[in-house]
């Protein structure tokens, strides 16, 4: 049932975001060297990529599934 | 990259973002990773500076300040966090990783200082260098060896003690060798 939701080019889509949220995640910590701004650590890290991830495939999935119910 | 891919990767940024301002708030606002007396900025600034306690290494990274061009210098030692923060007024200019086994006091600094010491206690023989005196019969002092095995790179886990010493990096321990006579060392 899910999978006219996750479909291939979701998924593709997600990829390419998680990648750009990679690149944040090393992009905001190598600043945080330079700047007064709070340092992620590699747990926090993880956490706000699993946190984004969710609500990504929640806003693609879970939303049109609850909507049809 | 068509529309939808750009719109997913500003959707990721903007949900980062959120993130990432909550979670600053958090940290800045939670009491217990800062120590009162000194300006949040100035710790936040070093502690993101902190690399791996390392015995052979400074503590941050970046290069020593002249510790006799700083006014109104004092330390603060806070034994829960396992670091050491060199104040200017109310502002940190430096963080150190260290360990210590002496108990809640003031202690003040007393301008002399070594290259090498050795204690001997029943089990063991420990030698540490860069050692600076401090009152109470206290001292600052890089651990070196012990029973002699060099020590362990990350020294806070290890399981030897000098008795009485605030036990600092080896070029942490050399640095505050030049702390001027009569500097304040809290020790909370």
Redesign the interface.
């Known amino acids: 049932m899910l999978r006219q939701y996750l479909t291939p080019a979701f998924l593709r889509h997600l990829v390419i975001s998680d990648g750009a949220l990679v690149v944040l995640i090393i992009i905001y910590n190598l600043l945080a060297m330079l700047i007064p701004i709070v340092k992620l650590t590699w747990l926090t890290g993880l956490c706000i990529f699993i946190l984004i991830n969710v609500i990504l495939i929640g806003l693609k999935v879970v939303i049109p599934l609850l909507n049809q119910r | 990259?068509n529309n939808?891919?750009k719109q997913?990767?500003l959707?990721?940024?903007a949900?980062?973002a959120v993130?990432?301002l909550i979670?600053?708030i958090h940290?800045?606002v939670d009491s217990s990773r800062f120590i009162s007396g000194a300006s949040r900025?100035?710790q936040?600034?070093n502690?993101?500076?902190l690399r791996h306690p390392n015995i052979n290494k400074p503590s941050e990274?970046r290069h020593y300040l002249d510790l006799s061009k700083q006014g109104q210098l004092r330390l603060i030692m806070v034994p829960g966090l396992n670091r050491l923060y060199v104040l200017s007024g109310q502002r940190v200019v430096y963080i150190m990783h260290t360990r210590t086994n002496i108990q809640r006091r003031a202690l003040t600094s007393q301008g002399h200082h070594g290259q090498q010491v050795a204690h001997v206690n029943s089990d063991h023989t420990l030698a540490g260098r860069n050692w600076s005196a401090l009152s109470h019969q206290c001292y600052i002092i890089a651990p070196a060896t012990v029973d002699q095995d060099h020590v362990a790179k990350d020294w806070l886990k290890t399981a030897f003690a000098f008795p009485n010493s605030i036990q600092l990096s080896q070029p942490d321990a050399q640095w505050l060798q030049s702390l001027p006579k009569n500097t304040k060392i809290i020790i909370r």
Request: aromatic content about 16%; glycine content about 0%.
């Open positions: 990259m939808k891919q997913f990767i959707l990721t940024t949900m980062f993130i990432v979670f600053n940290a800045y900025p100035s936040v600034l502690v993101n500076r990274h």
